[in-house]
């Protein structure tokens, strides 16, 4: 059972919009900044998201993130068939003084 | 070349200890705290410890707390875990990772690099 809860799957269209949610308490989201990881099986996860809302440089805008209260949301447009994987948020959780991620969802573009 | 790779996986009998490195490359090692991160097959991603930049502390998640030990190296830019009484419940990738953030001292910012894993299998 993760500290964080996410939808544990997801589908859309290509070309659709999607949005992941993440929701945890006030010791973790609720203090702490979140990110988000896309992971494909076999590969290092990949940083989509940090501070809640920012991207890194090389990951395109279609990747946005935001946060209210305790829980956060990472948003895809224009899904791409190259977006289907697994996709984590993560934060620091100040009570149990621990990294903790969320489940993960798994993102089919079909 | 930026980079984090992972060594010392293997297949380890229960009760066994194992010693994994993540040797990291083209940014200063000293700045950044390390985190060890684990995915068991068939389940999510689960932090698994962290040190700080300044090796004054270190932290871990209960499943490992006891008898897992994080420790680094700044002459060799290597980070080290230590398991001990390994369970099946161990097996899993074992990805390092660098937080974002230079001079932390405890908590998670973002993992902005993670080795490829390696991979720990743990027989009964």
Redesign the interface.
């Given at each position: 059972q993760s500290v964080l809860t996410q939808p544990p799957s997801m589908s859309a269209a290509p070309g659709q919009k999607v949005t992941i949610s993440c929701s945890g308490g006030t010791s973790n989201i609720g203090h702490n900044y979140v990110s988000w990881y896309q992971h494909l099986p076999g590969t290092a996860p990949k940083l989509l998201i940090y501070e809640n809302n920012r991207r890194p440089s090389g990951i395109p805008d279609r990747f946005s993130g935001s946060k209210s209260g305790t829980s956060a949301t990472l948003g895809i447009t224009g899904l791409q068939t190259g977006d289907e994987a697994d996709y984590y948020c993560a934060t620091w959780d100040t009570s149990l003084s621990a990294g903790v991620f969320g489940g993960g969802t798994k993102l089919t573009v079909l | 070349q930026v980079q984090l790779v992972e060594s010392g996986g293997g297949v380890v009998q229960a009760g066994r200890s194992l010693r994994l490195s993540c040797a990291a490359s083209g940014f200063t090692f000293s700045d950044y705290s390390m985190?060890w991160?684990r995915q068991a097959p068939g389940k999510?991603?689960?932090?698994v410890t962290?040190i700080s930049y300044n090796e004054n502390s270190g932290?871990?998640?209960?499943s490992v707390k006891g008898r897992f030990s994080i420790s680094r190296d700044i002459s060799k830019n290597t980070v080290y875990l230590q398991m001990n009484s390994l369970t099946v419940e161990d097996t899993a990738v074992y990805?390092c990772?660098k937080d974002?953030v230079k001079w932390v001292t405890?908590?998670?910012?973002?993992?902005?690099l993670?080795?490829?894993?390696t991979v720990v299998t743990v027989s009964t």
């Open positions: - | 985190h991160v999510g991603l689960e932090w962290f932290l871990y998640a209960d990805y990772a974002q405890r908590g998670v910012y973002a993992f902005d993670w080795g490829q894993g």
